[in-house]
Structure formats: structure tokens, C-alpha cells
């Protein structure tokens, strides 16, 4: 029970002193000076209903005391409303912001130098180095998802807490594009079998594990801690920086999707490298994790199929092996990689390996999806098989 109501009980039983009505009017101001206004009003209030005369006055004041509280209160959630968007736009603003700047500097370096010798590749290579400083610099939080998971502050890895869906809950939060989540969706997906108020208490002390082991032997006294509660909801502190593998493959991506030819590739085997596995594998099974985890690996198959395009095109017969075998080791049953790889062995002049290569794939294909390859590929091996192939 709060202090106002247990001194609503006690005046009931006729167990005050008259000093506690001038108690309540004392401890109220002090309150509201000190900020507390709703305790304050709350025991002023009390207060006055127990005095021995009618004060009208002191009422009236009570009453427009409450009422500009309640516009306050209204404006104060509106202000924190707008500041959460603010710092969602702002860190959005200044990712476009990069990906602009870094395509403006490969645009003017390519025009400064466009009648020198040096090759583009170059480059191109030292405008993805410097794009990659630029975007790494160094937050106070970095976490990775396309390898094991792990959240580094200033580069010192984390201990996390040992506490299994205290972890699943911080990657849950790490992968949400706002970074949070409500009580109602923690609880359903950590504990979909206990009843409410069970679930809300596993969820309460899981959710303080965690906040420790993030806190642990870290000196910045960050203000409100690392993960916020507020309205049911919990969110990673806004203000404290957070950057992601995820964010990285992405902008890089954006940016060499912007390019063609050789201005991609520094850009595209820079993100393909991040992709060291599927995001959030400790997730695999989960059902929110799903959508984005297959998001991801088309684009990571996208851009491995233009680098291994754009290599066998130039003549790079083993970089283009690399991202076609790349494709297979991520989809065995990609027919375009197959096809690749079969051009690729013929071209290096190793057409028993191109011939073999195109017998693996469809026992692939009869295997696991019980097809034959598409007359596309067939033809391809004829081709091969006859030495009239035509690329």
C-alpha cells in the first residue's frame, strides 16, 4: 500500500494526531518541490480533507494545481514520444547520409582520375577501406549476427549473463529495427505456456540478469542503464550507440548496388564476408526470426552470384570458383551456380571436372527435390560434353 493510502486507513481508524494533518501538508509541498507532483497533490489532498475549517481557497489552488499537472503529464509523454522518433530518424538520416557520401567520393575520385594510370580496382578498393573506417567508427556497443552472437563495447567483448532467455531476449531486441519490445511479446515467446502473472515475473527478473551483465565493469554510469522500461515496454537505451554487423552488410550492399562492374566488387566481398553464417543461428527455430534470416541470404546470394558473374566475365577463373562455390555451400540445389562452375572448368580447360560437376548436380536435384535439371542446363552439358560451347 502507498504512504497516501495507508494514511487514508489510519485516519479512517481514528489513529492520527491532529500534528499529522500539518505532517501530510509538509511532506506534500516537499514533494512537489523535489518534483514528485502526483505523490505531493495525492497528500496535500488527504490533508485538506481532515482539516478542522473549510478551505475553499487552498481547494481552488488544489484544483488548478491538478489540472495543469495532467497537461503537463500529457506534454511531458508527447516530448518523449517525439525524442524516441527523433533518435530513430536521426540514426537513419545519417545512415543515408553515409551511403551518399561514400557513393559521392567514388563518383569524384573515379572523375579526379579518370585519366590516370592507376587501375580501378584501386580504386575502387581504397573507397570501400574508407567507407568501411567511416562506418565503423568505433560505438559505444557493436554486435554481430551473421557469426556467433556476440555485443562488444569499445571492441572488449561482453560476458553475457548466463541465463539462456536472458540472452534470447537481447538478441530479440538487437534485431528489432526500433530495439524493443513489449512485456506481452517477451513473455509469449520466452514463456507461451505459464500463466500471466508467472511469465511477467520470469520475464522481470530475467530482464535484471541481463541488465547486469551488461552493466558489469562498465564505468560510464550510463544514465537509465542499458535496457528502459516504459508503458510495458522494454527498449535498448536510444542514446547509447549501437551498431550491427547487419547494418554494415546492408549499407554495403545499398551502396554497390548503386555501382556496376568492377566498382561492385570491393563493396559486395566486403559484405560477404560479414555473412560468415545465417543471421541469429542460436535463433534458427524460432518463428520471428524467419523472415529477415531469409531476407539476408537472398542478398548474400545475389551478391555472391554477381561477383561470380562478374569474374568469369573478366577472366578471374578462381575468384569466380569461390563465390559459385560459395552459392552451392549455401544452396545445393542453385542451378545457375552449377551452370557457373561448369562454364568456369571448361573455360580453365578441365572439362572432365565440368562434366562431373553437371552428373553431381542432378543427383542433387533427383535427391532432395526429385527433379531433373532444366533443358537450360542440359543443353549446357551437351555443349560441353561436345566442345561447341558457345560463351
Not at 541469429?280 to 523472415?291: C, K, M, P
Amino acid at each position: 500500500m502507498d504512504s497516501t493510502g495507508t494514511f487514508r486507513q489510519q485516519m479512517a481508524m481514528g489513529t492520527f494526531e491532529p500534528i499529522s494533518v500539518t505532517f501530510l501538508l509538509r511532506r506534500g509541498i516537499e514533494y512537489i518541490l523535489q518534483g514528485y507532483y502526483a505523490e505531493g497533490i495525492a497528500l496535500i489532498t488527504l490533508g485538506s480533507e481532515h482539516m478542522a475549517s473549510d478551505h475553499k481557497h487552498l481547494n481552488s489552488i488544489l484544483d488548478t494545481l491538478t489540472k495543469e499537472y495532467a497537461k503537463f503529464r500529457r506534454a511531458r509523454q508527447t516530448l518523449e514520444e517525439a525524442s524516441a522518433c527523433f533518435i530513430k530518424a536521426q540514426a537513419e538520416l545519417q545512415m543515408d547520409i553515409v551511403t551518399l557520401s561514400t557513393f559521392l567520393q567514388t563518383l569524384l575520385s573515379s572523375m579526379n582520375n579518370e585519366n590516370s594510370p592507376v587501375p580501378e580496382s584501386i580504386k575502387h578498393q581504397h573507397s570501400v577501406q574508407a567507407f568501411t573506417e567511416e562506418n565503423q567508427a568505433d560505438p559505444v556497443l557493436c554486435a554481430t549476427c551473421l557469426g556467433p552472437f556476440e555485443v562488444r563495447r569499445r571492441g572488449v567483448p561482453i560476458t553475457l549473463c548466463a541465463n539462456r532467455n536472458g540472452q534470447a531476449i537481447l538478441r530479440y531486441l538487437v534485431a528489432q529495427s526500433d530495439h524493443k519490445a513489449t512485456t506481452d511479446t517477451l513473455m509469449s515467446l520466452m514463456w507461451p505456456e505459464d500463466d500471466m502473472d508467472t511469465a511477467l515475473r520470469k520475464l522481470q527478473v530475467t530482464v535484471s540478469i541481463l541488465r547486469r551483465s551488461l552493466q558489469a565493469n562498465d564505468v560510464s554510469n550510463v544514465q537509465g542503464g542499458y535496457i528502459l522500461y516504459k508503458q510495458r515496454t522494454y527498449q535498448l537505451n536510444p542514446s547509447i550507440p549501437l551498431r550491427t554487423d547487419v547494418d554494415e552488410f546492408l549499407t554495403l550492399y545499398n551502396v554497390g548496388r548503386r555501382l556496376s562492374d568492377e566498382g561492385i566488387v570491393p563493396y559486395y566481398e566486403r559484405a560477404c564476408n560479414l555473412y560468415t553464417r545465417p543471421f541469429l543461428t542460436e535463433d534458427i527455430y524460432a518463428d520471428w526470426s524467419f523472415v529477415q534470416r531469409e531476407h539476408l541470404r537472398q542478398i548474400h546470394l545475389w551478391m555472391c552470384h554477381a561477383l561470380a558473374e562478374y569474374y568469369l566475365k573478366v577472366g578471374a577463373y578462381s575468384n569466380a570458383t569461390r563465390w559459385a562455390t560459395t552459392i552451392i555451400e549455401e544452396n545445393r540445389c542453385d542451378e545457375t551456380a552449377h551452370r557457373l562452375l561448369m562454364r568456369i572448368y571448361f573455360l580453365e580447360e578441365r572439362r572432365n571436372d565440368a562434366l562431373q560437376q553437371y552428373h553431381l548436380f542432378e543427383q542433387i536435384l533427383l535427391k532432395e527435390l526429385g527433379m531433373r535439371p532444366m533443358p537450360e542446363t542440359v543443353r549446357l552439358y551437351l555443349a560441353v560434353k561436345n566442345g561447341e560451347i558457345d560463351l
